[in-house]
């Protein structure tokens, strides 16, 4: 799905650099070469006609960008400890203590012994 949007934005960025390079400006642009629009358009040109277009495919780009960012967020939201099989880090039993494969452990709460200094 990501990838028809993804080649649908792609497309969207084509057609809309096309319509505003077509728009008149104080340089004319690419509406140089599309002949004399004010025929088909009618008498005002194709400003109106252009404008308009420029406005849905804009609005239709905008949509398409949200719907694409909502899609990979949507994929990437996953965590890496959603991942992990849990069973694999906790030991299926408990080590004993005093056992011959286990080392003796120490008393955790008892503090360490300090010498005393001589004054």
Same mark, same amino acid.
């Given at each position: 799905m990501? %990838? @028809?949007?993804l080649v649908f &934005?792609?497309?969207?960025? #084509?057609?809309l650099? @096309?319509?505003v390079?077509? &728009? =008149? ?6 509406g140089?070469?599309?002949g004399?629009?004010e025929s $088909?358009f009618?008498?005002k ?5 252009? &404008? =308009?277009?420029?406005?849905g495919v804009?609005l @239709?780009? #905008? @949509? ?5 960012? !909502?899609? !990979?967020?949507k +994929?990437?939201?996953k965590? $890496?400890? %959603?991942? $992990?099989?849990l %069973? ?7 080590? +004993?203590?005093?056992? =011959? +494969?286990?080392? *003796?452990? =120490? %008393?955790e709460?008892?503090? *360490? #012994?300090v010498?005393s200094v001589?004054?």
């Amino acid at each position: 799905m990501e %990838d @028809i949007v993804l080649v649908f &934005q792609f497309i969207l960025a #084509v057609v809309l650099t @096309i319509i505003v390079l077509l &728009q =008149k400006s104080s340089s004319i642009g690419l509406g140089a070469y599309s002949g004399s629009n004010e025929s $088909v358009f009618g008498a005002k040109g194709a400003s109106g006609f252009l &404008q =308009k277009l420029t406005f849905g495919v804009g609005l @239709i780009f #905008v @949509i398409n960008t949200i719907t694409l960012g !909502y899609l !990979y967020n949507k +994929e990437y939201s996953k965590s $890496v400890i %959603d991942s $992990v099989d849990l %069973d694999s880090i906790v030991p299926a039993a408990p080590i +004993e203590k005093g056992t =011959k +494969e286990s080392a *003796p452990l =120490k %008393d955790e709460n008892s503090a *360490p #012994v300090v010498p005393s200094v001589p004054n």
